[in-house]
Every structure is written in C-alpha cells, then in structure tokens.
C-alpha cells in the first residue's frame, strides 16, 4: 500500500506535470516558467520511490542549464527514498526544510458548531458575494486590513476565486451566521489544491484579524477537509503549517506532523 508521503510526493510530481511548461527527465519531472527565471518558479519533483543515480542528476543539472535554469527540486523525502542522499552527494545544498501535516477521514476532527459562525463550502454553486467573501478573509488575513484594496484588485480577486471553482477546486468561507447585527460578514477563509494522486493540499487558510481566537480559522479548515475526504472521496489531505500555533489549530481537529518538504539546489 502506497504510503502517505508517497501520496504527498506524488502530488508534487503531478503539479510538475500539470504546469504549462513541464519536461520529463529519467525519474524526475521539472515544472518550469518561461518568463520568470526565480529558482521557486522552476523545480524538479522524483517520482515517488524512485531509484536515482549520479547519472541522473547529472542529465537533470544538464536540462536545467539548457533551459538558463537553477537546478532546484522541491519534494517530500520520505515518499522518494534516497534522492536526497544523491543529490547532496552531486553537490546540491538544501535551502529550506518545512515540516507537513496530514489528516484521513478517520483521523479528522469537525467541524464543530460554533455560535455566531456559519461555514460554507464553495464550489461552482458559490455566488460572487460568497467568493468575494473568501477573497477579502484571505487578503486581510495576510495582508492586513490597512491595505484595503480597490475597485479593480476586488474584480480580479473575484474573477481568481471563480476560475479556481470553476477548474474543480474548492475553497471555504466563515462567516458571521444569520440573526445577528453582522449576518454574511466574512471571518476566514482557505482553499484547496487539485486532486492529485488521492491527495490534495490546503491552503490559504487565514482568518480577519478582527475575527481571531473565535475557532473561525479551524472551522474552515475541518469543513474543507472533510468535504475532500468524503465528498470528493479523497485519501487524505495536507497542508504546511505556517508555525507552531498553526500547528496547534490543526492538530486540535485531527492533523498529524507526518514529514518535510524539502527545497534543495545547486546554485
């Protein structure tokens, strides 16, 4: 039975594939940009459980510089057993090691009911007051509500959360529930990734400075994974905690710390 870092890893690989321009190398696969040479733009991602020789990551180094490109993969290794060896091995230096958690049906917890609070799932059903809602938690969440924006960035917002739904995905919106003074004032919000390889990763998840410490940050969180898991009948769900308080949240509705992303290149 595939492991669940293998699913993990697995999404990563499909991610790379799926990019606009992608190109297949042996065991690995690179996502890349044609516009933006950022090295977090442009990656490789093993196959889950690959076998990978110097010889390899030699023709991987060798396709990154025909494209003007830093060698640079993102992975989880626990679902690529060894490739981490090899590539330090060529001369790679890791970058960033962050740490992910994951929850199955079995294991989640919630959403619970939580006064004052009504959490919804949006899809293709969602009307542009309820996704614009989900856009404006998001952009307060980690922009601040200082930053207001206008006319124009509330449009594209919009027209981001409409194609996100329409191409399958789903996100989800806490908001002030019916009955009281502030009934459909959006709290918090996140969102999911494609399905891939049984998996999918949440995120985005970020809840209006003036509506935290209410459970409307957790609340989204376990009625998007449960919709995943049950619903859209996946086998498990991930995401990246931002730090140990978001580590906490997630924790308290089943989520368990199971491995690490890793980001490494060869500068």
């Known amino acids: 039975m595939e492991s669940l870092e293998a699913k993990v890893n697995g999404y990563l690989h499909g991610n790379a594939r799926a990019r606009a321009t992608n190109e297949a190398c042996g065991p690995f696969h690179i996502g890349l940009d044609d516009n933006n040479a950022n090295p977090f733009l442009n990656y490789a991602v093993?196959?889950?459980?690959?076998?990978?020789?110097?010889?390899?990551?030699?023709?991987?180094?060798?396709?990154?510089?025909?494209?003007?490109?830093?060698?640079?993969?993102?992975?989880a290794p626990g679902?690529?057993?060894?490739?981490?060896?090899?590539?330090l091995a060529a001369g790679f230096e890791v970058q960033q090691r962050l740490p992910f958690m994951v929850v199955t049906a079995e294991e989640l917890v919630?959403?619970?009911?939580?006064?004052?609070?009504?959490?919804?799932?949006?899809?293709?059903?969602?009307t542009d007051e309820e996704l614009s809602g989900a856009a404006l938690a998001q952009h307060e969440a980690f922009e601040g509500p200082d930053k207001p924006q206008d006319d124009t960035e509330r449009a594209n917002a919009l027209a981001g959360m409409?194609?996100?739904?329409?191409?399958?995905?789903?996100?989800?919106?806490?908001?002030?529930?019916?009955?009281?003074?502030?009934?459909?004032?959006?709290?918090?919000?996140?969102?999911?990734?494609?399905?891939?390889?049984?998996?999918?990763?949440i995120g985005g998840i970020g809840t209006r400075p003036a509506f935290r410490r209410r459970g409307a940050g957790a609340a989204v969180t376990a009625a998007l994974s449960r919709h995943?898991?049950?619903?859209?009948?996946?086998?498990?769900?991930?995401?990246?905690?931002?730090?140990?308080?978001?580590?906490?949240?997630?924790?308290?509705?089943?989520y368990r710390s199971l491995g690490e992303m890793l980001f490494i290149w060869k500068p």
Do not use: N
């Not at 390899?56 to 060698?71: G, N, V, W, Y």
């Not at 399958?168 to 529930?177: E, I, P, V």
């Not at 769900?237 to 509705?253: F, H, K, M, N, T």
């Open 110 to 126: 919630g959403p619970a009911q939580l006064d004052g609070i009504e959490v919804l799932v949006l899809d293709t059903s969602a």
């Open 228 to 254: 995943l898991l049950e619903v859209a009948g996946l086998d498990c769900v991930w995401l990246s905690p931002a730090g140990p308080d978001q580590e906490r949240l997630y924790a308290s509705i089943g």
């Open 162 to 201: 409409r194609a996100m739904v329409d191409a399958g995905r789903f996100a989800s919106l806490a908001r002030c529930a019916a009955g009281s003074a502030s009934a459909g004032v959006p709290m918090a919000a996140g969102s999911g990734g494609p399905a891939i390889a049984g998996t999918t990763e």
């Open 79 to 87: 679902g690529a057993p060894g490739v981490e060896e090899a590539l």
């Open 46 to 75: 093993p196959e889950a459980g690959a076998t990978v020789t110097a010889a390899d990551i030699e023709a991987l180094i060798a396709a990154f510089a025909k494209r003007e490109r830093t060698p640079r993969l993102e992975f």
